[in-house]
């Protein structure tokens, strides 16, 4: 749908309509939300996020959950959760942990992720979230105190999700001397920034609106322009402490005394509805259908975990001590659907990850001795000498950087990879050695590349070829492998007296002259070729 307007109307009608056909067939909002989005979106293509919104997608979902989430701890009294805050309090910091560790284990095993990735992965996964608990519980209306014990926990453990996965980001992506120090400081900024403007921006409105500084009509505008402008402002302080900012403010709102939120919390529940819907469809149109696919098996497996493993085990470890019976604990292990942060927030951080670091193929560059690696370089690209990295391990590193390119992802394990013998590659140049390697431009009017057993030359030079000064001088390349380091230097030295280039001036007869002095037991010098012999292009 290429009209803006007509996209953004449709979202809203297909919203009001998943919402009254949850009503009438008493199912969660969320399953016909996801299941029309999804068809519009991947399915037939009419609708796409990103299309709609561009740059602007992730800041309006932000806002939209600063929204949500504030509406949703408006709600929260400490009244309502008389003799279950222990439950509470168990379940937004014992289970937050079982299920963090559960979930980055599953994913770990079954996904093929890095610890890192999956410790990131499952501190997303901890929240639950009031976008999906709320309408839940319109429909399967539990008792009173389990329906207060999962509201509490849906808003609260929200920023505390939030709060984990940005320490665990932290960490990934500070240096190893710092990581623990860099991850303790945000943590720190975070809980302060979130606090001090949460608590501070509750108090001020919950005092405004008790004194009637605000004009009634101007009410409800003006406690939404101040709460977004409270999430943006501590989350440009501190990273994502801005959830926390707003639950909080929230929280103090809901329990001052001589402060009526009635008004206020109509209207944020009328536009949290609207919001809630129509940001479910909005993401589920972003959805790769064969994405899921090309994880296969392995997120079933980790789904299964969450829901049979890590949820009841979290709430089996939460409710030590608070009296709570067996059927009681069922449901509470039943009811943990992730909701909108949690898809906001994976978002969020698959994009900060895109942005620091890179998916493909690469070269890193070291020296090795004495069980030590001594880092030189890394870089984003496949380099000269990978055919050298190419022969000793029997693969494709260029098949395998095209295959990450389209699909996403290699197949190839480093338990695959087996190196065998050794390896030695000769840059042929077309420089003049004798004159300090000045480039030698011109046509070749002979060339005789060398070939043969376990022999490989890439380049694409041919008789009559014109090499120009325009470019980079290398003209291709000589590889030669041999069972050990003595076998490899014969084999390339006969090589290399195959190799006739004639016409321009090449490096050949210089990589003879240096691989006559190479030792064969690896030991190597740091002086200078010219130290050593004469560079003659005649000698």
Not at 36 to 50: E, Q, R, S, T
């Amino acid at each position: 749908m290429s009209d803006p307007l007509l996209s953004l109307v449709a979202v809203g009608l297909l919203s009001i309509t998943c919402q009254y056909l949850a009503y009438k067939v008493r199912l969660p909002a969320i399953l016909p939300l996801l299941i029309v989005g999804i068809l519009v979106g991947p399915v037939f293509g009419v609708l796409n996020a990103d299309d709609l919104f561009g740059d602007l997608l992730f800041p309006v979902v932000s806002l939209s959950v600063a929204i949500i989430l504030f509406e949703g701890s408006l709600t929260l009294k400490f009244s309502d959760i008389a003799g279950h805050g222990n439950m509470v309090r168990n379940l937004c910091s014992v289970g937050v942990v079982v299920t963090w560790l559960v979930a980055a284990t599953a994913a770990h095993y079954s996904l093929d992720l890095t610890w890192q990735l999956s410790f990131l992965f499952g501190a997303i996964v901890t929240v639950t979230g009031p976008t999906v608990i709320v309408p839940m519980l319109r429909t399967v209306r539990p008792k009173t105190n389990l329906a207060n014990i999962l509201r509490w926990e849906g808003i609260v453990i929200d920023p505390i999700g939030a709060l984990l996965a940005v320490l665990v980001f932290e960490f990934i992506v500070a240096s190893q001397e710092t990581a623990i120090t860099h991850t303790l400081i945000a943590f720190g900024k975070t809980i302060g920034i979130g606090s001090v403007l949460g608590l501070a921006s509750g108090y001020l409105l919950g005092l405004s609106i008790r004194k009637d500084w605000i004009p009634h009509y101007l009410l409800n505008t003006a406690v939404l322009t101040v709460i977004l402008g409270v999430f943006a402002a501590s989350n440009y302080v501190a990273h994502e402490s801005g959830l926390l900012a707003v639950t909080i403010s929230g929280m103090v709102l809901a329990n001052m005394k001589d402060v009526d939120v009635e008004d206020i919390l109509e209207f944020k529940e009328t536009l949290s509805v609207l919001l809630i819907s129509g940001l479910f469809i909005l993401l589920a149109t972003r959805l790769n259908l064969q994405s899921v696919v090309d994880v296969g098996w392995g997120s079933i497996v980790v789904l299964a975990a969450i829901m049979f493993v890590a949820r009841p085990l979290s709430v089996l470890a939460s409710s030590v001590g608070t009296g709570l019976k067996l059927n009681e604990l069922a449901l509470l292990s039943w009811i943990a659907p992730r909701g909108i942060v949690a898809a906001a927030v994976s978002a969020l951080f698959s994009l900060k990850l895109e942005e620091i670091g890179y998916e493909g193929a690469g070269t890193v560059e070291f020296i090795y001795e004495d069980g030590k690696f001594f880092f030189l370089e890394m870089n984003t690209r496949i380099q000269v000498e990978h055919p050298v990295s190419e022969i000793r391990g029997g693969i494709d590193l260029v098949k395998e950087q095209i295959k990450i390119a389209s699909k996403g992802k290699t197949a190839l394990k480093q338990s695959d990879i087996t190196f065998r013998g050794h390896v030695i590659e000769c840059r042929i140049n077309a420089e003049d050695p004798s004159k300090n390697f000045q480039p030698s431009p011109g046509t070749i009017s002979v060339c005789h590349q060398p070939s043969g057993f376990r022999t490989r030359v890439d380049g694409a030079i041919f008789q009559g070829c014109k090499i120009t000064p325009y470019y980079d001088s290398l003209i291709c390349k000589l590889i030669c492998q041999g069972r050990d380091r003595e076998e490899a230097i014969l084999r390339i030295q006969r090589s290399l007296g195959e190799f006739v280039i004639e016409g321009i001036t090449t490096t050949i007869d210089l990589h003879k002259k240096l691989l006559s002095y190479c030792e064969t037991d690896g030991t190597y010098t740091i002086k200078k070729a010219g130290d050593r012999f004469d560079i003659d292009k005649n000698s």
